[in-house]
């Protein structure tokens, strides 16, 4: 016989395991999309970082990117001179918080020395400009074998202009040793560190003329039997300009190349600019309109906010694909679009400001973890 304090006990209990128990929700960005992708950041010299900056880093990123301190230039300004204290200063924070490592880059056509391409006062013949390559790629590379996760191999190889029958961007390697030193350099790198991954990075390959032509890159070097692990999309945008619907079709596209994708570069510009892309080399002239605000226009700001939860929202729909988004520095104050493609601007185009106080956009970004998954 079940008594009435028996039968309350028992009501009890099963409303007890009925009631949902509700976690609480993330507090962090790794931690938002924990189950999506990793969320990373670009660093430049860690002694320019202060503790606050190095604990919100910690806090909120699990995966770093070297800005610029392992590009050709820096780590080999002279041929057989290698600068490693920088770049070794950052992998070696990364471990000792357990932060995976991305090199970037290896091979591109900017912040690369004259030397590379030069034979005394001549041009340098394919062969020495390749023996040189493989040389940089082996002594990088092999400098910090088996700490670095993956390698931006070759940064920007794809041509910008439109015109159909353009295909790789003429710079100097290009030049110099022909449409295969992407091959070479990939080939070298694999030599290096087979445990690493091995990426190709480039802006505007959301766009169907750069799409294809990456397309057509990634299907050549898997056709010399080379491993390619993953394209970088650069993803620097601008206010009111991003192409969504071209991003999400180049990465249904990527997806049938067996790769992964990393978003590598992200920033969402406030400041209107003319120039496309984000080639170092254009620049504008300073106006009463393209230097930016000491305080952002909070409308702006919540246009920001809506087109970046807007995008987050787009990646983790591709989170098969989608390894990592990686945001170009840490917050408002160190981005380069301070001085990119106008010195002095004051931008404001990440999630943190520059007293690395959360913005409109990195409660936008939260928010989507709170939604059911699509």
């Known amino acids: ?41 670009a660093l430049g010299r860690m002694e320019s970082f202060d503790a606050a900056e190095r604990a919100l880093l910690v806090r909120e990123f699990n995966v770093v990117t070297s800005e610029n301190q392992l590009k050709p230039g820096r780590v080999q300004p002279q041929e057989g001179v290698f600068t490693f204290g920088d770049g070794e200063a950052l992998v ?6 357990g932060l995976p490592m991305i090199g970037h880059t290896l091979a591109w056509h900017q912040v690369t020395p004259d030397w590379f391409f030069l034979d005394g006062d001549k041009p340098a013949s394919r062969e ?30 794809i041509a910008d202009e439109r015109d159909e029958r353009e295909y790789l961007r003429r710079n100097k390697w290009q030049q110099v040793v022909g449409d295969d030193y992407i091959a ?30 990456t397309i057509r890159l990634i299907r050549d070097l898997q056709a010399r039997g080379l491993r390619v692990d993953g394209i970088g999309m650069q993803l620097h945008l601008q206010l009111d300009r991003i192409p969504f619907d071209e991003i999400d079709r180049s990465l249904t596209a990527f997806r049938e190349l067996g790769v992964k994708v990393m978003i590598t570069e992200l920033d969402l510009d406030l400041i209107e600019r003319k120039v496309w892309g984000a080639d170092t080399a254009q620049r ?13 226009p909070p409308d702006l700001l919540q246009r920001q906010a809506d087109q970046y939860a807007r995008l987050f929202a787009l990646l983790r729909k591709h989170r098969d694909i ?33 007293a690395l106080q959360p913005k409109p956009a990195f409660q936008a970004v939260m928010s989507l973890a709170r939604e059911p998954q699509p």
Request: aromatic share 12%.
């Open 184 to 213: 070479k350099a990939f080939e070298y790198a694999h030599e290096a560190d087979p445990g690493a991954e091995l990426y190709f990075n480039d802006y505007g390959n959301e766009y169907p003329h750069k799409r294809e032509r």
């Open 284 to 296: 504008e002239e300073p106006t009463e309109s393209n230097l930016g605000w000491a305080v952002a």
């Open 92 to 97: 070696s924070f990364a471990e000792q918080h």
């Open 322 to 354: 989608v390894d990592r988004v990686t945001f170009w520095n840490l917050h408002d104050g160190k981005s380069w679009l301070n001085n990119w493609p106008v010195k002095g601007r004051i931008n404001h185009p990440l999630l943190f400001d520059r």
């Open 1 to 41: 016989m079940i008594t009435a304090a028996r039968l309350s006990a028992l009501t009890a209990l099963a409303c007890a395991l009925a009631t949902p128990v509700w976690s609480a929700p993330p507090a962090t960005l790794k931690q938002a999309f924990e189950d999506d992708f990793l969320v990373g950041v």
């Open 128 to 157: 020495l400009a390749l023996q040189r390559l493989r040389a940089h790629i082996h002594a990088v590379v092999g400098h910090f074998k088996g700490r670095i996760k993956g390698w931006d191999v070759v940064n920007e190889g």
